[in-house]
């Protein structure tokens, strides 16, 4: 049986809690939702009466779509081209979800493959699939090793519109500002109140900067971490149509601002048993297992960049002064200007992702990193503290060159990363920016 078979398979027995939540809340559209390389969500719509065709045949998409359809400046689609095959998405039946802001449509995440009759690959699975491909690799990670990545991220972001706008006193910021919290509460509340009904369990929140709002959810698996991520996503925008404002998860929209980050909270478990925190201690403390799993994710966090800042404008945050981005490749115990910062619990926050990020390629590239760390029983403290690319280009010459990194992934997947990236810098290389008209457009000769 092919890889495609046996998801078939699993789709034959549909949980019964699935049709009684179609039925009870009268659900009469599904989309069927895959994630791009670049983070974001295609879909189709089906009527909920096809569920059963679906369950079994999936949805079928243009293989380019796993590359937004994106043209390089050469004229190049990315992923395939006019003339490529489809790919054929298949739900996952743990991914069921009724939109709390419109009950009559769901939604199922889906796993990709190659469909059955393309020759020698059919019912492969597709190798530009980012999201499969975690699950995939953490799967290999605890065989390998008998751990279980554990995450949680930090997904800073930013509102524009109608009650956003901040004024602060000259040398003060609004971090934490009470009445700040309740400028935005219309916005807090919903997003909250969504994803607590798509089964998040919602923590805390606060007000960061102008207009930027961090709202964290419990930690669990990486890969449910990620699909909560890219779930979340889709919230913060419905409630921005909603209150007619606009909700950016662009790194840098302001500059003088804060940039929005995505730190990833890390920790490795067996057993149930948290393998980065010694029983007992409290103190700034890292266990053996969590020294050499950051040793490794030292050794490989320049050459990651490309993924952990997929953007031209991830690069700007480092370029402010005053900001809490970090520069260079380091650790250190509760110091916020690291690449890494050690808490005094048992976790690690990996600080380099911003909230462009994919979390399926970055999870993918920690699980890769952390391995080639235990495996080779990496110090962290003799990782060099090199200086962290400080724009696209440099990272995606550097995401070229480290076999962990460009091996982590599929050749095709990995050749995509490359040549999207490639062409987004390639793009910004040639466009002419207002900073430019406004430094020469007067002034020269």
């Not at 590359?67 to 039946?93: I, S, W, Y």
């Not at 057993?271 to 007992?280: H, I, K, R, S």
């Amino acid at each position: 049986m092919t890889e495609l078979d046996l998801h078939r398979e699993a789709n034959s027995v549909v949980p019964e809690q699935i049709r009684e939540q179609i039925r009870d809340q009268g659900v009469e559209y599904i989309y069927y939702q895959t994630v791009t390389l670049n983070g974001r969500i295609m879909a189709k719509v089906v009527p909920a009466a096809q569920l059963e065709r679906n369950l079994d045949r999936g949805v079928f998409m243009h293989r380019s779509a796993a590359a937004d359809f994106q043209e390089t400046v050469g004229g190049v689609m990315l992923g395939g081209g006019a003339q490529a095959t489809e790919f054929v998405a298949m739900p996952d039946l743990d991914t069921f979800a009724v939109l709390p802001w419109d009950t009559r449509i769901a939604r199922f995440m889906c796993t990709i493959y190659e469909p059955d009759h393309r020759p020698e690959i059919g019912g492969r699975t597709f190798a530009a699939d980012a999201r499969g491909h975690l699950k995939r690799t953490h799967a290999a990670f605890t065989q390998s090793t008998g751990y279980e990545l554990k995450t949680g991220c930090e997904p800073e972001m930013t509102w524009f519109g109608p009650q956003t706008e901040v004024k602060s006193r000259a040398g003060t910021g609004p971090s934490y500002l009470y009445n700040e919290l309740e400028r935005v509460r219309e916005i807090y509340t919903r997003v909250m109140g969504y994803a607590t009904a798509m089964g998040f369990e919602m923590v805390e929140g606060d007000y960061e900067d102008a207009g930027q709002i961090e709202l964290n959810w419990m930690f669990d698996r990486a890969e449910i971490t990620a699909d909560r991520l890219v779930t979340y996503r889709t919230i913060c925008a419905q409630v921005a149509r909603e209150l007619g404002i606009k909700a950016s998860f662009m790194p840098k929209p302001m500059q003088g601002s804060m940039g929005s980050g995505c730190h990833h909270n890390l920790s490795l478990w067996r057993d149930g048993v948290n393998q980065f925190a010694e029983p007992g201690r409290k103190d700034f403390h890292l266990t053996e297992v969590a020294r050499h799993a950051l040793g490794g994710i030292l050794t490989h966090a320049s050459n990651s960049m490309a993924v952990m800042g997929s953007t031209v404008n991830s690069y700007k945050r480092y370029w402010d002064p005053g900001q809490f981005a970090p520069t260079k490749v380091n650790y250190g115990f509760d110091d916020r200007t690291c690449s890494v910062r050690v808490p005094s619990v048992g976790r690690v926050e990996y600080k380099l992702p911003d909230a462009a990020v994919n979390p399926y390629l970055s999870h993918t590239l920690l699980l890769a990193a952390m391995k080639d760390g235990l495996d080779r029983q990496i110090d962290p403290d003799a990782v060099e503290a090199t200086q962290l690319p400080l724009n696209l280009g440099e990272a995606v010459k550097k995401f070229t060159e480290d076999d962990v990194v460009w091996g982590a992934f599929p050749t095709e997947m990995s050749e995509l990363i490359r040549d999207l990236r490639t062409d987004e810098w390639s793009r910004f290389c040639g466009a002419v920016t207002d900073w430019e008209r406004e430094q020469y457009l007067d002034f020269l000769p």
